[in-house]
């Protein structure tokens, strides 16, 4: 079932993940491709790319596709990033008969459940890279990383406003997913209504990471990632021979 977050809530979702927050990891994509892709890269592929944010930070660079399994995701995108083609797909099935020079996968891929939908993820993100080009994977956790959280959310604009939280935990520690459940207060002028949104995301150790992308084809490196406050974890940077 399709989180409420990108289907229902979609209007609300710029109080939950602000565009302007993926400005420095944009800035962290962008170099890492431009550092090891030659010739220098021009197009672009976001598999996943939800609501367009990391692309509203890349578009002044590359060339962007951007796919996303939620037909109202990819309307979000389209407005705040007009000038870039969008493609309805799921990412383990997705073929668009080309290649481009940078693949990037961003938070998307943890609502891959299994190992058998992870390979299939990075199976299309291999078949889309052109020879000489890169991927960029950039889960939010691994089963090493992974901590129960809980955190506040807090957001206004105009007449509305958000309040709630995120609670993120794993019921059953030993198999391959985990919960995170939004709790959410939404106020459209004098109207608050309340709001239960869980989603199912997957979890696998780094070790299962760089099996599936090396079968795929990759060759696999690491590279530090910008999570604000001077704080960082590493996630993916992949080669395509």
Request: glycine share 8%.
């Amino acid at each position: 079932m399709q989180p409420l977050l990108y289907g229902e809530l979609v209007p609300w979702y710029h109080l939950v993940d602000p565009p302007e927050d993926h400005q420095e990891e944009g800035v962290c994509f962008q170099a890492a491709f431009e550092r090891v892709v030659t010739p220098r890269p021009e197009t672009l592929l976001e598999l996943g790319a939800g609501a367009g944010n990391n692309a509203r930070h890349l578009t002044h660079r590359f060339i962007c596709t951007l796919t996303d399994v939620s037909a109202d995701m990819l309307a979000l995108s389209r407005e705040q990033n007009p000038g870039c083609e969008h493609v309805l797909g799921d990412m383990r099935t997705l073929r668009l008969g080309r290649t481009f020079d940078a693949v990037l996968v961003h938070d998307a891929i943890m609502y891959m459940l299994t190992e058998e939908d992870l390979s299939a993820a990075v199976e299309t993100a291999f078949l889309h890279t052109r020879s000489g080009g890169a991927a960029i994977f950039a889960p939010d956790c691994y089963r090493e990383t992974f901590r129960d959280t809980t955190e506040t959310l807090m957001a206004d604009h105009g007449q509305r406003a958000l309040r709630g939280l995120m609670w993120t935990w794993a019921p059953h520690p030993e198999d391959s997913t985990y919960f995170v459940d939004f709790a959410f207060l939404l106020r459209a002028g004098d109207d608050v209504k309340a709001v239960h949104d869980r989603h199912v995301e997957g979890l696998f150790t780094r070790e299962t990471w760089r099996r599936v992308l090396t079968r795929a084809g990759f060759r696999v490196e690491t590279m530090p990632r910008p999570l604000g406050d001077g704080t960082f974890d590493d996630i993916f940077l992949c080669l395509r021979p």
